[in-house]
T-cell receptor, first 113, second 108 residues
C-alpha cells in the first residue's frame, strides 16, 4: 500500500493481558515513530527508530512497553500486563528523512477492560 | 530537551473571523517546525512546515526565533477549518515532538 498501515484498528483486551500492535511504514522511510494519543494529553511520544541506530526509547512510560523494528521495516509495539490507563489510540508514523513530512497511520484504538 | 507548548486546548471563533493558534517551543539548536491537522475521523496530516514558507488552505505560520514561537494564523476562518491542530518540532536528531494540540471550532 501507499500509506502507513496499522493493525488491528481496534483492540479490546482484558486487564493483565499482553497486546501487540503492528505498524507497516511506507517503503523506503528510514524513520518510524510510535505515539499515544489520549484525550487532553495530545500526542505523547513513545519511541522512534532511525535506520540502524539504537532506538530512542525515552518516551516509553514503563518497562511494560517495548517495541522492535525488524529489517528496517515493520514495527511491533508490545504492551505487557495491560492496565486500564493504557487505553488510548496508538499512532505510528514514518518519514524519509530530517525535515520531511511524517505520514501517519490510522491508529489502533486500544481498550483495556 | 525539546518541548512544544500549545497554551490553548480549545479555541472557538465565528466564521470569517481571524484565527491564531499559538505555539511556543524550547530547543537549544535550530529546530524545524511543523503544523499538523487532524480532521474528524481522518488521519493526522501535515498542514505546513516553516522551511517551505508556504500558505496552505489560507494558513500561514512564521518562525520567530527571538520569541521561540511558531503561531498559526488565518485571516478569515471557515467552518471546514474545525479540527485538532498540533504544532511539532524536530531537532538535529530525528525525534519529532508534538504539543498537546488545540481543538479549533469555527461556528457558523
Amino acid at each position: 500500500g501507499a500509506g502507513v498501515s496499522q493493525s488491528p484498528s481496534n483492540k479490546v483486551t482484558e486487564k493483565g493481558k499482553d497486546v501487540e500492535l503492528r505498524c507497516d511504514p511506507i517503503s523506503g522511510h528510514t524513520a518510524l515513530y510510535w505515539y499515544r494519543q489520549s484525550l487532553g494529553q495530545g500526542l505523547e511520544f513513545l519511541i522512534y527508530f532511525q535506520g540502524n541506530s539504537a532506538p530512542d526509547k525515552s518516551g516509553l512510560p514503563s518497562d511494560r512497553f517495548s517495541a522492535e523494528r525488524t529489517g528496517g521495516s515493520v514495527s511491533t509495539l508490545t504492551i505487557q500486563r495491560t492496565q486500564q490507563e493504557d487505553s488510548a489510540v496508538y499512532l505510528c508514523a514514518s518519514r524519509r528523512g530530517l525535515g520531511t513530512e511524517a505520514f501517519f497511520g490510522q491508529g489502533t484504538r486500544l481498550t483495556v477492560v | 530537551a525539546q518541548r512544544v507548548t500549545q497554551p490553548e486546548k480549545l479555541l472557538s471563533v465565528f466564521k470569517g473571523a481571524p484565527v491564531e493558534l499559538k505555539c511556543n517551543y524550547s530547543y537549544s539548536g535550530s529546530p524545524e517546525l511543523f503544523w499538523y491537522v487532524q480532521y474528524s475521523r481522518q488521519r493526522l496530516q501535515l498542514l505546513l512546515r516553516h522551511i517551505s514558507r508556504e500558505s496552505i488552505k489560507g494558513f500561514t505560520a512564521d518562525l520567530n526565533k527571538g520569541e521561540t514561537s511558531f503561531h498559526l494564523k488565518k485571516p478569515f476562518a471557515q467552518e471546514e477549518d474545525s479540527a485538532m491542530y498540533y504544532c511539532a518540532l524536530t531537532g538535529s536528531n530525528y525525534k519529532l515532538t508534538f504539543g498537546k494540540g488545540t481543538l479549533l471550532t469555527v461556528n457558523p
